[in-house]
């Protein structure tokens, strides 16, 4: 019987946390949760749930990693060699402090309140980074993605899928390139004008890899077939994304954003609008719900014909996360690589301008490609 069970799986309902406390209550060692017989007795702070002091004694109550919160016990802070936890804990201290009572001075004690919501900062902190290892194991792009809210509570969201290239809904194929170009050198010596030059197009960058066309022109890029090698001037977006990029809560009540790590020249690729593809005629229906929703993740696909959108709201990369602007500093492009159907064009977007590190990055939602001419 069990052998027919094998590659199923079940969801668990407890945190991994909440099974560690189980192993370490029942004194068990577990290889799968990283329990062993050396860690079993180990005390490692997980986070820091309140604070007084005594006299000149400072004092931290400790939740422990691997043991229940009717565990903590309060610890004198020579005894904590949590170095980084001390010091997150004091700077979220002190920035509620002054949010609440407009001092910074660490009282005696803490009221119920504030202690309470340092907990909920921890836990959030915790959510967060597991969010962020998670989102990372997943990307197959070379740029490292942060997570970062000094601005509220809210944790990752609730209903995400982070994927890397287009998820293809039911009834829609994408074909295989048949055909790839015989070039010596794509950029310097193309042969009958290199892939785009197959559809008479225009090659689309210089050697930075930096597009040249103006927007509304399509992008060919060398694709599976061709003669030429990864290191091609014409694989620019298939490369993925490159920078380091965070997502960050904001300030101004805009939800997530995304912001640059690292500088960005103008015209360089950023990063591609993926999502699930779907019929328009679905896309209609589901526009509807998010409308309700207050948000909306489609995209029209309206390069030739529209009959195809790009839904991020589930399935969705960095992108799901870059917020509107009537003045942004990404610009759209149609790209075709591996599949020329004209009305599934892959979306990338580039560089307007220089954007500095730290800079938030931002498009148009309502000015798509403009028209095909
Ligand atoms: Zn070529
Ligand atoms: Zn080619
Ligand atoms: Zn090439």
Same mark, same amino acid.
């Given at each position: 019987m069990a052998e027919n069970l094998k590659g199923c799986s079940v969801c668990c309902k407890s945190s991994w946390n909440q099974l560690q406390d189980l192993c370490r209550l029942a004194k068990l060692s577990c290889p799968a949760l990283g329990i062993s017989k050396r860690n079993l007795y180990d005390f490692e702070v997980e986070y820091l749930c309140d604070y007084k002091k005594i006299r000149e004694q400072e004092y931290y109550l400790v939740k422990w990693r691997g043991y229940p919160d009717s565990e903590s016990t309060w610890e004198p802070r020579q005894n904590l060699k949590c170095v980084r936890i001390l010091k997150q804990f004091h700077k979220d201290l002190e920035r509620e402090l002054l949010r609440r009572h407009h001092r910074s001075k660490t009282p005696r004690h803490l009221d119920p309140s504030l202690a309470n919501y340092l907990v909920q900062k921890a836990k959030q902190r915790r959510a967060l980074r597991r969010w962020e290892q998670e989102l990372n194991a997943k990307r197959s792009h070379l740029g490292r993605i942060t997570v970062e809210n000094e601005v509220d509570l809210d944790g990752p969201p609730r209903a995400f899928v982070y994927i890397n290239e287009y998820r293809v809904g039911e009834g829609i194929t994408l074909n295989q390139v048949a055909v790839g170009c015989e070039c010596q *050198?794509?950029?310097w010596a193309p042969t009958g004008g290199c892939c785009p030059g197959a559809s008479l197009h225009k090659f689309a960058y210089n050697d930075q890899g930096q597009v040249r066309l103006r927007a509304g022109l399509p992008i060919y890029e060398c694709n599976s077939r061709c003669r030429c090698g990864y290191d091609c001037p014409n694989r620019v977006v298939q490369k993925g994304i490159r920078y380091d990029l965070c997502i960050f809560r904001t300030d101004d009540g805009r939800g997530w954003g995304v912001r640059t790590l690292e500088k960005i020249r103008k015209n360089s690729f950023v990063m591609e609008y993926v999502g699930e593809i779907i019929t328009s005629e679905e896309a209609e229906r589901r526009g509807q719900i998010y409308d309700r929703q207050g948000a909306t993740y489609l995209f029209d696909? *309206?390069? !030739?014909? *529209? !009959?195809y959108t790009v839904d991020a709201a589930y399935y969705g990369n960095i992108s799901h996360f870059v917020n509107h602007s009537c003045d942004p500093n990404l610009q759209v492009y149609n790209v075709f690589i591996d599949n020329l159907d004209e009305r599934l064009p892959r979306i990338a977007f580039f560089a307007t301008r220089t954007i500095r590190a730290g800079e938030e990055l931002t498009f148009d939602y309502n000015m798509q490609a403009p028209p095909h001419s």
């Open positions: *050198d794509c950029l696909l *309206d390069y !030739v014909e *529209d !009959v």
